[in-house]
C-alpha cells in the first residue's frame, strides 16, 4: 500500500502546485475568466485533464478496485438523511462565509459567469455536465475513494480532515479554503459513515450545480 498512497500523494502534490502556480502567475483576473464556461474550449480541456487524473488513479488502483468505495450505501435511508444533513451544513456554513471579506470559490476560480448569455447556451449546458456530473464523479473517485481509502491506516478522523485539506489544496485557491476544506471534511465524514462514495458524489454535484446556478440566475 505504500507505493499506491506515494503515487496518490504525487498526484495530488502535482496538481495542487500546478493550480497554484497557475493562480500566482496568471495576469488574468478571475473576473474575465468566468465567462469560459460559455466555451467549448473549457469542457475539452476539463474532460482531457479529467480522463488523465482518472487514469492515473486507477492505475494506483489496480487490483484493488475495492479501494474506490463505488459500492452501494449500506442503507439507502440513512445514506439519504446524512447526504441531506450534510448538504444543509455546507449552505449554512457558505452563507456564514459569504458575510466574511473573501471570495466564493467559484469566483476565486472564475468559473462562475458574471451573466447569462443565451447566445452561447449550448457551451455552458456542455460545461454544467462537466462541472456537475465529470468533475464530481472523478474528484470523488480520487479524494473520497481511493484517497481516503490509503489513508485509512491513520484512523477514522485523521483520514477524514487530510483528505478535506487535501481536497482543499488540490484546487489550487487561497480565500476559498474556508469553504473548500470544510466542503471536503464534510463529504469525507459522508464517505466514512456509508461506506460509499455514491452519496458524496450526488452532494458534490448539487454544490457545484447550485453555484452554476446561481451564478446565472441572480
Known amino acids: 500500500m505504500g507505493a499506491r498512497l506515494a503515487g ?3 498526484l495530488v502534490g502535482a496538481l495542487s502546485t500546478l493550480n497554484y502556480y497557475g493562480r500566482f502567475t496568471d495576469d488574468n483576473s478571475s473576473r474575465t475568466l468566468r465567462d469560459t464556461v460559455y466555451s467549448y474550449s473549457t469542457l475539452v480541456n476539463g474532460l482531457v485533464l479529467y480522463a488523465i487524473i482518472l487514469g492515473i488513479v486507477a492505475a494506483i488502483a489496480v487490483d484493488r478496485w475495492d479501494l474506490f468505495a463505488l459500492r452501494r450505501p449500506s ?3 440513512r445514506a439519504a438523511g446524512l447526504a441531506i444533513s450534510a448538504w444543509l451544513l455546507i449552505l449554512v456554513w457558505e452563507a456564514v462565509v459569504t458575510q466574511l471579506p473573501i471570495e466564493s470559490p467559484g469566483n476565486e ?3 462562475t459567469p458574471t451573466r447569462w448569455e443565451p447566445a452561447h447556451a449550448g457551451a455552458f449546458a456542455a460545461n454544467c455536465v462537466l462541472f456537475v456530473i465529470v468533475a464530481p464523479v472523478v474528484e ?3 479524494f473520497r475513494g481511493v484517497g481516503q481509502s490509503l489513508l485509512s491506516f491513520l484512523g477514522r478522523w485523521p ?3 487530510l483528505v478535506g485539506i487535501a481536497f482543499g489544496l488540490w484546487h489550487g485557491l487561497v480565500e476559498a479554503l474556508v469553504v473548500l476544506v470544510p ?3 464534510a463529504l469525507a465524514y459522508l464517505r466514512d459513515r456509508t461506506r ?3 452519496p458524496g458524489m450526488l452532494v458534490h454535484a448539487l454544490f457545484n450545480g447550485a ?6 440566475l441572480s
Do not use: H, N, R
Open 8 to 10: 496518490w500523494i504525487a
Open 75 to 77: 442503507s439507502w435511508g
Open 109 to 111: 476560480q472564475g468559473l
Open 140 to 142: 470523488e473517485l480520487t
Open 159 to 161: 483520514s477524514i480532515v
Open 183 to 185: 466542503f471536503g471534511i
Open 196 to 198: 460509499s462514495v455514491v
Open 211 to 216: 453555484a452554476l446556478a446561481a451564478s446565472v
